[in-house]
């Protein structure tokens, strides 16, 4: 069964830091892995996917990175603004169906003025 | 182009009542799903519907039965309402489903906060 774990939970960084969210999963046959974003009361935005025949990813400040053989994916984000606060998730595919996906738990980000 | 849609955004039950939760998604995508999301839980899926005319099980699906009644919409029902009903719900869409690549990115809906008495 496919398994996705976020760490951490939570991060505070000062604004301007560039920073890494890593996420690992379980079962490496997976297709792509996505990230989303989360703000409070709100649904989930998607920033990026890798297909698994990516390495990495890239949009404006973003940048995903996914390595299959050691099940883990990043997300670096550069230059860190307040407006980049926010719950992070990754999700990959379920084992055994492509279809349904298997999140992480999230890693809260706040960024500090 | 207003992508994924959902009403009501809010709604408050008492147990054994029954209700539904509309989706809609303008964007032409075959493939729908519907997610709730717990505190300690994450995201789980309830149900998913490939392409009009099929549905599958998902994670938790128990409690639970959906319609996708045509290409566009994909509703999500309550028969009997219970305490452990009380969640978020997130409706979902993708081009494709699968192994489609890019084709099944999800995109979510701004979600209904259900709280059953």
């Known amino acids: 069964k496919q398994e996705v774990t976020q760490i951490p939970a939570a991060l505070s960084v000062p604004e301007g830091e560039n920073l890494v969210l890593n996420c690992s999963f379980t079962?490496?046959?997976?297709?792509?892995l996505q990230w989303f974003r989360q703000d409070p009361g709100k649904g989930l935005t998607s920033l990026l996917l890798?297909?698994?025949?990516?390495r990495e990813q890239t949009s404006g400040r973003l940048n995903a990175s996914l390595d299959k053989s050691s099940g883990r994916s990043t997300l670096y984000i550069a230059a860190s603004q307040p407006g980049d606060s926010a719950t992070y998730l990754c999700a990959a595919p379920s084992s055994g169906s492509a279809r349904q996906l298997t999140f992480g738990s999230g890693t809260q980000l706040t960024v500090l003025p | 182009n207003a992508g994924v849609t959902q009403t009501p955004k809010f709604q408050v039950l008492k147990t054994g009542q029954s209700m539904t939760l509309q989706c809609a998604q303008d964007m032409n995508h075959n493939s729908m799903y519907w997610y709730r999301q717990d505190p300690g839980m994450g995201l789980r899926l309830i149900y998913y519907s490939a392409s009009e005319g099929t549905t599958d099980k998902g994670e938790v699906p128990n409690g639970y039965n959906v319609s996708r009644l045509n290409k566009r919409e994909f509703s999500l029902r309550l028969e009997s309402a219970a305490p452990s009903q009380t969640s978020v719900y997130f409706c979902?869409?993708?081009?494709?489903?699968?192994?489609?690549?890019?084709?099944?990115?999800?995109?979510f809906g701004p979600g209904t906060r259900l709280t059953v008495l």
């Open positions: 979902a869409s993708s081009l494709l489903g699968g192994t489609s690549g890019r084709m099944n990115e999800q995109f």
């Open positions: 890798i297909q698994s025949s990516q």
């Open positions: 079962d490496s046959a997976i297709y792509n």
